[in-house]
C-alpha cells in the first residue's frame, strides 16, 4: 500500500510526488468530510482549548482519526499554533518533517529547505524535474479554470474555490486531477455567461459550506479567490525556488496586498469580502486590508464548519444591495 504523507499547508508537493508517496493536504481531508465536527471534537476531547482555531483541531483530529504517521509541518509562513500542534502529535508518537518559509523571502535559505525536504524523502534532482514538468502541465489548466472564472465568466466562484484549493495535494493523483480538469474545462465551455456583479474573496479559504451559493444567489459573482489561486501556484519558472518565493501566502500582508490590488485592476472586481477566522493570528491583517484596498469591502468571521449565521447573512445581503445600488443593477 502507498504511504500517505500529511501535510498542515501548501508545500512543495512536487518533491512528495516524487518520492512516490501519496500527498495529503490534512485541511481538505477535514473540510470536505461528511461530519467535519467529527474531527474537531477529537481534538477537544484530547484537550485542545474550545477557544482557538477550528481548523488546527480539524488538522490534529484527522492525522489522528485517519492514522496518518507522517506529516510535512510549515512551522515559518503560515499557522501561528503549528508548533504547538507539532508538538502535540510528536507526543503522540507520529513523525513530523518541519519546513520553513523563510519571512524575507530569502531565496537562498528557501533553497536550502527545499534541499533538505528532498533529502529526507531520499529525491533525486532528475526526478524532481520530471514531475515537475508534469505537474506544471495541471497547474496551466487550473490557470485555465481560474481564467474561465474570471475573463468567460462560466465557472462559479464555489467551483473556482474547489479546483484551486484542491491543487495543494492534487487529491493525491495529479495525473488523474488533469484528466478531470481537462474534462471540467470542456463541460463549462457550453455554459452561458454570468454577468453578476464580479467579486474577489480574500483571506484564508473559508470554513462555511454555504458561503459561496448564498452570496452568488444574492447578484454577485466571486471571480477571485485570493489565497486559493496561490495553492495552485500559477507561476511557471523553470526553478522551483522562484515559484515558492513568488507564492504570496506565506510571506506577509505586504505581498499579498501588492497581489490583491493587481487582481482588482486585472478582473475589473467591483466589491471584496475578506473572511477571517475566529482565533486566527491573520485576523489583525484586516487593519491594513481595509486601508488600502479601494473598492468597497467587507469583513465576515467565521468559525466552525457550519451553515452561516443570521447575522452574517443579513450583512453579506446589505454588502450586496449596497453594491448593486452602487453599480446601477
Known amino acids: 500500500m502507498d504511504k500517505v504523507v500529511g501535510f498542515t499547508t501548501t508545500i512543495p508537493v512536487e518533491i512528495l510526488f516524487a518520492a512516490d508517496v501519496i500527498p495529503c493536504d490534512l485541511n481538505n481531508i477535514f473540510i470536505s468530510a461528511e461530519e467535519p465536527m467529527f474531527y474537531i471534537e477529537r481534538a477537544e476531547r484530547d484537550g485542545f482549548p474550545r477557544n482557538m482555531c477550528n481548523w488546527v483541531k480539524g488538522i490534529y483530529g484527522v492525522v489522528m482519526e485517519k492514522g496518518i504517521e507522517e506529516i510535512v509541518a510549515v512551522v515559518e509562513g503560515d499557522c501561528s499554533n503549528t508548533q504547538a500542534l507539532m508538538e502535540i502529535l510528536k507526543h503522540r508518537g507520529k513523525k513530523v518533517i518541519p519546513f520553513s518559509f523563510p519571512y524575507d523571502r530569502d531565496r537562498d535559505v528557501l533553497k536550502r529547505e527545499l534541499k533538505k525536504l528532498a533529502s529526507y524523502f531520499s529525491v533525486t534532482p532528475e526526478r524532481i524535474k520530471k514531475v515537475e514538468k508534469e505537474i506544471e502541465d495541471v497547474r496551466r489548466l487550473l490557470e485555465e479554470i481560474d481564467r474561465l472564472t474570471w475573463q468567460e465568466r462560466l465557472v462559479t466562484g464555489y467551483e473556482n474555490h474547489l479546483w484551486l484549493v484542491r491543487s495543494s495535494d492534487m487529491m493525491g493523483d495529479y495525473k488523474k486531477y488533469g484528466g478531470m480538469a481537462e474534462r471540467f474545462i470542456a463541460e463549462v465551455k457550453t455554459r452561458k455567461k454570468n454577468d453578476a456583479i464580479p467579486i474577489g474573496m480574500i483571506g484564508v479559504p473559508p470554513i462555511q459550506p454555504d458561503l459561496f451559493e448564498f452570496i ?3 447578484g454577485v459573482h466571486v471571480v477571485f479567490n485570493e489565497t486559493q489561486r496561490q495553492f495552485s501556484l500559477p507561476y511557471f519558472s523553470k526553478r522551483m525556488a522562484e515559484r515558492y518565493t513568488l507564492y504570496t501566502y506565506p510571506y506577509g500582508i505586504f505581498y499579498r496586498v501588492k497581489d490583491i490590488l493587481g487582481e482588482i485592476k486585472r478582473r475589473n472586481l467591483k466589491g471584496i469580502v475578506h473572511y477571517v477566522q475566529a482565533f486566527c493570528y491573520r485576523s489583525m491583517e484586516d487593519v491594513i486590508l481595509r ?33 448593486i445600488q452602487k453599480e446601477g443593477v
Open 216 to 218: 452568488e444567489k444574492k
Open 291 to 323: 486601508e488600502t484596498i479601494p473598492v468597497p469591502f467587507l469583513t465576515i468571521e467565521g468559525d466552525l464548519p457550519k451553515g452561516l449565521d443570521s447575522r452574517t447573512k443579513i450583512r453579506l445581503e446589505a454588502y450586496v444591495e449596497m453594491l
